[in-house]
Every structure is written in structure tokens, then in C-alpha cells.
């Protein structure tokens, strides 16, 4: 629970989401497990996307409501941008809608949403990455997030002189780009609670650190 935090996302829209419980989101439309009423807010998420208000109040609640009743809990966009995961299967689902609570616990917090190279670091600061994994499965975000990015993002934070951590799905090539950029390793058992397939046996994930030292 840091004091201070600088959070940066590849997904405007859940940045949008995070920026507006900064300000006590409160939910006001219907939210049912309901296949006719999700594809109906994905029509109107996907509407308010391309008329260039997916920083709106109503698209922050829909974006939580299709996050939650969605396939597997997925976060995925076409080549055109939209929205495109399926209706899920759960049996029943717990909403929330006042979200007033996390007003203050974000209200020295800082979100944005722009490339990772473009943040200006403190040498002391403390870094966690969490990109998306390395799998097939990209489009968490319009534009996706490529192997070229999973390289950049590494070699970025190898020049920062403060703690780094980053994790990822433990994938021989992911594993062989964090040795050689001077990263320590450590292999974790992880259960899968998303995947695109419905696979949730256990994967193999890495813990990558770098100049982290423990009193």
C-alpha cells in the first residue's frame, strides 16, 4: 500500500476505470448476468469508443461490467479496436457499484496510459512490470504488445539504477532475454485464473529482479 504510486497501462480503458474510482465511481445502470443485456453494453462500449468518449463516466461502468461478465474474464480488441469477448458462463456473478472506498486509498496515485519509455524515473525508484504474457494471445489493448516490446521493455528497465521486478509467463525465450540482461530468476508454480481457452492448470511463471536488496 505505497503512499505515492505512478501506475501506467497499455489499455486507456482501464485506465479510464482506475481514474474514475479515483473519484468515488458510483454505477447507476442495470448490471445482470445476462447475454442479451452484455452483447447490448458491449454495442454501446464499443459506440462510445469510436465517438471518442471511452473516458466517459458511462464507459468506466461498462468497461467493469463487461470485465466481470465477460468469457474467462478477458480483455481483448480486434484490428479495428473494438471490443470483441464473448459472453461468459458464470452461474452468478457479485456486482459492485459504490466504489467510493477507493477515493482515498488512490488519492495521491497517478495513472497513465502512454509508452513505458516515455516515463521519467527517479534512480531510487522502486519498478514493478507486468507485462502482457509471452503467448500467442496479444490484443489485451489496441495495438497489442509484441515480442519487439517484450525485448524494449527489458532493456529499458536494465538501465534503471533502482529495485526492478518483473514478471512474466516462464518461456525459454523470456527466460534466456532476463538472464542475459542481468536479471535474477525465480520460477513459480502459478494457477492460470484467466486464460483464453478455459485452461486454468497451473503455469509456469518467472520472477525477474535487479539491483533489489532485502534489511
Same mark, same amino acid.
Given at each position: 500500500? @505505497?503512499?505515492?504510486?505512478?501506475?501506467?497501462?497499455?489499455?486507456?480503458?482501464?485506465?479510464?476505470?482506475?481514474?474514475?474510482?479515483?473519484?468515488?465511481?458510483?454505477?447507476?445502470?442495470?448490471?445482470? !448476468?445476462?447475454?442479451?443485456?452484455?452483447?447490448?453494453?458491449?454495442?454501446?462500449?464499443?459506440?462510445?469508443?469510436?465517438?471518442?468518449?471511452?473516458?466517459? &463516466?458511462?464507459?468506466?461502468?461498462? =468497461?467493469?461490467?463487461? !470485465?466481470?461478465?465477460?468469457? !474467462?474474464?478477458?480483455?481483448?480488441?480486434?484490428?479495428?479496436?473494438? *471490443?470483441?469477448?464473448? *459472453?461468459?458462463?458464470?452461474?452468478?456473478?457479485?456486482?459492485?457499484?459504490?466504489?467510493?472506498?477507493?477515493?482515498?486509498? *488512490?488519492? &495521491?496515485?497517478? =495513472?497513465?496510459?502512454?509508452?513505458?519509455?516515455?516515463?521519467?524515473?527517479? @534512480?531510487?525508484? *522502486?519498478?514493478?512490470?507486468?507485462? @502482457?504474457?509471452?503467448?500467442?494471445?496479444?490484443?489485451?489493448?489496441?495495438?497489442?504488445?509484441?515480442?519487439?516490446?517484450?525485448?524494449?521493455?527489458?532493456?529499458?528497465?536494465?538501465?534503471? @539504477?533502482?529495485?526492478?521486478?518483473?514478471?512474466?509467463?516462464?518461456?525459454?525465450? +523470456?527466460?534466456?532475454?532476463?538472464?542475459?540482461?542481468?536479471?535474477?530468476?525465480? +520460477?513459480?508454480?502459478?494457477?492460470?485464473?484467466?486464460?483464453? !481457452?478455459?485452461?486454468?492448470?497451473?503455469?509456469?511463471?518467472?520472477?525477474?529482479?535487479?539491483?533489489?536488496?532485502?534489511?
Amino acid at each position: 500500500m @505505497p503512499e505515492r504510486a505512478l501506475l501506467n497501462d497499455l489499455n486507456p480503458y482501464l485506465v479510464s476505470f482506475y481514474r474514475w474510482l479515483q473519484r468515488g465511481l458510483r454505477i447507476d445502470i442495470p448490471l445482470e !448476468n445476462s447475454r442479451e443485456t452484455y452483447y447490448k453494453y458491449r454495442e454501446r462500449f464499443n459506440k462510445l469508443i469510436q465517438e471518442g468518449k471511452a473516458s466517459s &463516466r458511462e464507459a468506466a461502468a461498462l =468497461f467493469y461490467y463487461l !470485465n466481470r461478465t465477460g468469457y !474467462n474474464g478477458l480483455c481483448r480488441f480486434n484490428s479495428r479496436g473494438a *471490443f470483441n469477448v464473448p *459472453f461468459g458462463r458464470y452461474k452468478k456473478i457479485s456486482y459492485l457499484r459504490d466504489f467510493s472506498a477507493y477515493k482515498h486509498v *488512490f488519492e &495521491r496515485w497517478e =495513472f497513465i496510459c502512454m509508452d513505458f519509455e516515455a516515463i521519467c524515473l527517479n @534512480p531510487e525508484d *522502486f519498478v514493478y512490470a507486468d507485462p @502482457p504474457y509471452d503467448v500467442e494471445f496479444t490484443e489485451y489493448a489496441p495495438g497489442g504488445f509484441s515480442w519487439a516490446d517484450q525485448v524494449r521493455l527489458v532493456r529499458w528497465l536494465a538501465r534503471h @539504477p533502482g529495485p526492478v521486478v518483473i514478471s512474466n509467463q516462464a518461456t525459454d525465450r +523470456i527466460l534466456r532475454l532476463y538472464r542475459e540482461a542481468g536479471f535474477d530468476l525465480q +520460477i513459480l508454480n502459478a494457477p492460470r485464473r484467466i486464460a483464453c !481457452n478455459g485452461d486454468r492448470t497451473p503455469a509456469q511463471e518467472v520472477l525477474a529482479t535487479k539491483n533489489l536488496t532485502t534489511s
